[in-house]
């Protein structure tokens, strides 16, 4: 699955984050890197660890969390902390995967879905597509500022150097109650079904009840915890 997802941020809501960004102790994006990646990153990441990092990690998290078409398709069972990226001059993200597990302790999160939303408005910046490479093909995205990404961490992924102008965005991980990505899809597609059955019958129609019960029960099949 490959997804993006639109205004998860409002226009308010991203000039909020882009000035709290300001605010921030931006470190070598290198720390946070695994194995190979550290070779191929060349970019800034905030401390989200003060008090002001924690109050915008917080605010992020919420509208990430709460958008409906987010949880439809990933099925969240955990969302890892969140990540500020900042990439400029030339900066870039090289071809890699993302580790299995991030975090540690109780913040340790299975990687099942990845998410980058977008924070800088694409024309001003030349450069930083994010590019996964999937079964069907490249997938390049530089959406509006404000909307989000959302693709398997196992896919080998990259961002294209920004050659000009500067490139925000917050990245995450999701470890899903349903662990098999086909299984995801088809409760992905149940779920649009519902959504456009709800427009279309009335609210005591039939359908509705029976819609509910193969969804509910797929979960229960299908759901790893």
Known sequence: MFLTIANVLNSRDLARVQKKAETLNWVDGTRTAGGRAKA?????????????????????????????????AAQPRLFSRLMLSRTADGGFYGRHVDNARVGSGEDRVRTDMSFTLFLSDPDSYDGGELVVETQGG?????????????????????????????????????????????AREALFELENLRASLAAKLAADAPEHLVLDKVISNLLRRWSAG
């Open 40 to 72: 191929v990153k060349r970019n800034l990441q905030a401390d989200l660890r003060s008090a002001q990092g924690e109050a915008l990690q917080a605010f992020l998290m919420q509208a990430v969390t709460s958008h409906p078409v987010l949880s439809g």
């Open 138 to 182: 490249l997938h390049a995205a530089k959406p509006a500022a404000g909307d989000l990404v959302l693709y398997p961490s196992g896919d080998i992924h990259e961002v294209r150097p920004v050659t000009r102008g500067e490139r925000l965005a917050c990245i995450g991980w999701i470890e899903s109650a349903v662990c098999d990505p086909q």
